[in-house]
Each structure stands twice: as C-alpha cells, then as structure tokens.
C-alpha cells in the first residue's frame, strides 16, 4: 500500500507603512515648590504643571527661527491673585491681572538653567524666597525682568491644591523645569 502526501502553503503578507512624515512637538512644564519653616523642616511641597502664556509661545517660535532678541536672565515670581486667562497674561499684566508676592527679602529670584538632552531646569540652583510675612501663595512664574511689569511673561504655574500659605521667617524654593519631546 503506497500513501502520497500532498501539502500545499500559501502565504499572504502585506506591509503597511505610515507616509506621513508629521512631527509634534509637545512641551511639558513643571514647578516644585517646597516651603521650609525657620526650623528648616520641610513644611510642604506642591508640584504642579505650568501653562505656557501666549505670549511665551510666540517668544519661543521667534527663538527657534532665530529672529527677535533673546531674554537672558529669566527671573523666577510668586503671586497671590490672577484674573483672568493665563493664556491670556502678557508681562505687564504683573502688577495688575496678576498680582505679585512681594513681601519677601530681594527681588524675583534669578533663574540659573541647566540643560540636559530636551530638559532645562534650575534644579542646581533652586530660586529662593526668605518669606517676611504671612499670605496664601497661589503660584509662581517665569519672567523676563526681576521686579515690577515685565516685557514678557513665559509660564504661569498655578499650584495643584489652590492655595498654600505661608509665614513670616519661611522659605521658599521653587524648581522650573521645561521639557520637549516628539510627542
């Protein structure tokens, strides 16, 4: 008895490729804030996102094309009070819309950045505010000037629990840091 065994094998494969060469860019802020009481004991910390203004945007689209001036140093606010849209808030609006905390030693502190692959932060050199007296901070920014009105307003991060308070002989340390990715 002979048996024959007969196979037989198809194959289909299909290659389906995206062409669309399309790329985003998605740029995530984030501000940590840390309050320490006169004893130095970490009395709370908040870290919130922070909402890039128009007006940052546009500074940054001219900075990547490489027209308009550049801002360096960046100074770093707290404030108490905002009306209105962030989006919408321009550098003189601090002092109106966006009512600064003023009631610390110095000016805005500078903000010293360093930058590693698609990330730039302070994180090496906090911004520092001696607290003179007591108030409820709502959150803080990136600023061009360090004190008054400024010429443009790049980030406002309003922090994650609303509000938080503080008193006189605290500090505060506020971290900004900028991401960019292909989103």
């Known amino acids: 008895m002979k048996s024959k065994l007969q196979m037989k094998s198809n194959v ?3 290659l389906i490729m995206n062409t669309k060469n399309e790329s985003k ?3 995530t802020g984030i501000y940590t804030t ?3 009481g006169r004893d130095g004991e970490l009395k709370w910390k908040d870290q919130n996102k922070n909402q ?3 007006e940052g945007l546009q500074y940054m689209l001219d900075r990547i094309l490489n027209t308009g001036s550049t801002i360096d140093p960046w100074y770093v606010g707290i404030y108490t009070g905002i009306v209105g849209s962030i989006a919408d ?3 003189t609006d601090i002092g109106g819309d966006l009512t600064e905390f003023t009631n610390y030693t110095g000016s805005r502190a500078e903000y010293v950045a360093l930058r590693t692959s698609q990330t730039i932060s302070n994180v ?3 911004a520092e505010f001696a607290i003179l007296g007591s108030a409820t ?3 803080s920014f990136l600023a061009s000037d360090n004190s008054g009105a400024a010429s ?3 980030s406002v991060g309003a922090y994650s629990s609303g509000s938080r308070l503080v008193n006189n002989g605290d500090t505060l340390r506020v971290t900004y840091e900028l991401t960019a990715a292909n989103g």
């Open 152 to 154: 443009l307003l790049l």
């Open 25 to 27: 860019l998605t740029m």
């Open 89 to 91: 808030l321009i550098g």
């Open 124 to 126: 090496l050199a906090k």
């Open 137 to 139: 901070i709502l959150g």
């Open 34 to 36: 840390e309050c320490f």
């Open 52 to 54: 890039l203004t128009n």
């Open 12 to 14: 289909n494969c299909e």
